[in-house]
């Protein structure tokens, strides 16, 4: 019963930091792209035949051509929507902690819609560098991640000493995203709500 | 299979060695493509204590080396003298330490993982991924005391496993003394190697509880050996370094919450002054300095964004680590021995804290502890691939590694010169084998300063004797060189030599023009004709 109270308290939790943080970003006029542009490819071929002693050199073909430098420019695109500082400002260190520990528990536990969900997750992370979209990409992004710490609950229901650290990370994570309101790693431009 | 001479598994360590030291031996005099400042002041003043017994500045013995804006600890500089000594004052000398203690740090990770797992498949794997790891190379080919420190560091904590399993107290004593020298070799170390012990007490109570008396002793040693750099922290010369870049600076807060006033409308910016204060500002500068270390973008594709301090375009680690990784931390806890995994995470935790008190971050030099737990992990990943999974994938797996390898090799013997050159100061060696060999027509040869510290490259350069240079030299000038700033009167001086910035318009003769590896002109240098 305890068990199902505190249950109940952190989804409520979590879910007014998410709603916290969506209606800070209904300000946001401009919001950051990810799209990925397919010259980044050529400009990265061309940069680096520029320093190569003899960039017609079978060497500098077989290792600066578009087939080495495209999974390099798409994997950077990517990897900029799974960095530390865009994770902080779309879910708040209590989101980002959460999502790490709903990560370890579903491939610990080898959870079928556990990776399933992963997989979305992913997918939704392509489809932000493939797509003009930034609104709807954020908030699929953020509804996702929101949605993933839902699988960290019984984490923070396990004993008193972990609920007290949720709820730490709750007001920390408020008011992280209190100061943040400007979002410069989601949001160009913003308007004050 | 046989070997005449070695049986397979040392045959394969014995490869990864030399594949190991030829990546970071390979043209070190020229690559990295110039001598920094710190690598020319660290030389010099290994020679000069070679000659003198004291620095460049006159101060016999040193424990603490002043340098440019900063203190540099005994350790690189007093282990640098016997290669100085041996093969003179020359780039090779001076980074020599780094290519050798790199190397044999490849050695330490495998013994220390052979001893801990008993598994020298895993051993192998990840002293090969430390092999061929950017982020240790890259640390490795230059005077970079972090390299010495990370080798000092493991070599100390593999003596205190072997105190722990022989039960022998000299190894856990002489482990515990080279874990307190490691704060005498670089800065992170003052904060990272008190905080490790501490974790590794928790980790191995109950052994260390058994012979309190031993963990009394060692303790006391650990402490006796701290003193002088424990004193040196709290001095003005200890803690100038990391008040100028630290994260606890007023300033920045300061303007930090006046942003946030600007921008914000009432009544958040009255309650600012609340809300916007210093502890939490700080704490969320921290929390996003440690993250940065563990983000995608820096550990596998664009690294440190300092040119000394990583290829830029390629990440800290290779790009093939990141399935490894990721395979290696959910087998982690099959390894046996859990305390030794748990000793990794805390070391894998704890290795960033050093980098995070300081501007910038993500900072590989100042992490570059973090590199062996994330080999070892790797490694794990990679004994998983090699060994447990279908053949086919373990095949393409060899094959993704060699590619990225071979990618990686080009960039840093192909590329890396010409790009970097600016960050590692090139055109200064090339400029003063110039004027040394033409300073003797002259009075005067005028230097400017605008590049920096010329007069330590000359120094260097012109192995002038470090006694002559301790009576009568100063930075100012030696001999008959002179540095200046570029508004310095010196154009009614005939007779005299300039080395100019290109920049600079110079009534004169041009003598010569000193390019670095990238082909940019770095300096002219003028004759001066008494013209204004």
């Given at each position: ?26 300000g ?20 680096s ?10 060497i ?11 999974p ?9 929507l ?23 528990y ?64 709750w007001?920390?994570?408020?008011w992280?995203?209190?100061i ?14 | ?17 030399v594949l ?8 070190i ?61 020359n ?43 950017p982020w ?19 070599f100390?904590l ?15 004593i002489l ?11 670089y ?30 002793t060692?303790a ?12 040196f922290?709290?001095?003005k ?9 630290s ?10 919450r006046?942003?946030f ?6 009544p ?40 000394r ?10 790009i093939?680590e ?9 087998c982690?806890?099959n ?7 748990y ?13 995070v008190?300081?501007n ?9 502890q ?71 027509k ?37 001999g ?7 508004n310095?009167?010196?154009?009614d ?6 080395v ?14 000193i ?11 003028w ?6």
């Open positions: 019963m305890k068990k199902k109270l505190l249950k109940t308290i952190i989804f409520s939790l979590f879910l007014s930091l998410f709603a916290f943080r969506v209606w800070q970003a209904s946001c006029i401009s919001f950051k792209s990810f799209l990925f542009d397919n010259q980044r490819i050529t400009t990265n071929v061309e940069t035949r520029q320093y190569e002693k003899n960039p017609d050199g079978l500098s073909r077989a290792t600066h051509n578009k087939f080495t430098a495209a390099y420019e798409f994997g950077l695109n990517i990897s900029a799974l960095g530390s500082k865009y994770l902080l400002d779309l879910i708040g260190p209590l989101g980002f902690a959460a999502a790490l520990i709903a990560i370890y579903i491939i610990t536990q080898r959870l079928k819609l556990g990776f399933i969900y992963l997989a979305i997750l992913a997918l939704a992370q392509i489809r932000a560098t493939l797509f003009t979209s930034s609104k709807t990409d954020m908030l699929i992004l953020c509804t996702l991640w929101f949605l993933l710490c839902f699988w960290s609950l019984n984490f923070f229901t396990k004993n008193s000493v972990r609920f007290l650290v949720f709820a730490l990370l007001l920390y994570s408020v992280f995203f209190f943040s309101w400007q979002m410069p790693e989601i949001c160009n431009e913003i308007f004050f709500k | 299979m046989s070997f005449p001479f070695l049986n397979r598994r040392n045959f394969f360590l014995v490869s990864i060695i190991g030291f030829l990546v970071r031996f390979m043209n005099s020229t690559n990295p493509p110039g001598l920094y400042w710190d690598e020319a002041a660290i030389g010099y003043d290994s020679y000069s204590i070679l000659k003198t017994g004291a620095d460049h500045r006159g101060h016999f013995l040193p424990l603490f080396f002043e340098s440019f804006g900063d203190w540099k600890l005994p350790g690189y500089e007093y282990l640098l003298v016997p290669f100085v000594g041996v093969f003179g004052l780039e090779l000398s001076v980074r020599l330490p780094n290519v050798i203690f790199g190397t044999l740090t490849v050695l330490l990770v495998y013994l220390l993982i052979k001893s801990q797992t008993k598994n020298y498949k895993l051993a192998l794997s990840a002293a090969f991924l430390l092999a061929i790891s240790h190379i890259q640390f490795s080919r230059a005077a970079f005391e972090s390299t010495i420190a990370l080798f000092t560091f493991t100390a593999y003596l205190i496993y072997k105190s722990i399993s022989s039960k022998n107290a000299k190894f856990l482990g515990v003394i080279l874990m307190a020298l490691t704060q005498y070799i800065h992170s170390y003052r904060i990272f190697t008190p905080m490790f012990l501490v974790g590794v007490g928790f980790i191995y109570r109950d052994f260390f509880l058994k012979f309190k008396k031993l963990v009394v060692t006391i040693i650990f402490l006796i050996v701290s003193i002088p750099i424990f004193i922290s709290f001095t010369e200890g803690k100038d370094r990391a008040i100028s870049q994260t606890f600076n007023q300033a920045d807060f300061e303007k930090a006046l942003k006033d600007q921008f914000s409308k009432p958040f910016r009255f309650l600012s002054k609340y809300l916007y204060n210093k502890p939490l500002y700080t704490s969320e500068v921290l929390l996003k300095n440690y993250l940065d270390h563990f983000s995608p973008t820096f550990l596998f594709f664009k690294g440190d964004q300092v040119g301090h990583s290829q830029v375009d390629i990440g800290q680690i290779n093939f990141l399935p490894l990784i990721i395979i290696g931390l959910f982690l806890k390894l046996k021995n859990r305390k030794f995994m000793v990794l995470l805390l070391w894998l935790i704890l290795a960033p804290i050093p980098a008190i300081v910038p971050t993500p900072h590989a030099n100042r992490a570059l973090m590199v062996i737990p994330l080999v070892i992990i790797s490694g794990i990943g990679l004994n998983y691939i090699l060994f447990k999974s279908q053949k086919i994938i373990a095949a393409l797996f060899c094959l993704w590694i060699v590619a990225v390898f071979l990618i990686y090799t080009n960039t840093l013997f192909g590329q890396y010169p010409k790009k970097f050159a600016a960050d590692w100061q090139d055109g200064n060696r090339d400029m003063i084998n110039f004027i040394s060999s033409v300073s003797s002259y009075k005067k040869v005028y230097v400017t300063n605008t590049a920096g510290v010329p007069y330590i490259y000359l120094l260097f350069y012109t192995k002038y004797d470090p006694s002559t240079y301790q009576k009568f030299g100063s930075t100012k000038g030696f008959n060189y002179e540095f200046v700033d570029t310095a009167k010196i154009y001086q005939k007779n005299s030599l300039y100019a910035p290109v920049w600079q318009k110079v009534n004169g003769n041009l003598q010569r023009v390019y670095d590896s990238k082909e940019e002109p770095v300096y002219n240098i004759e001066l004709t008494g013209n204004k």
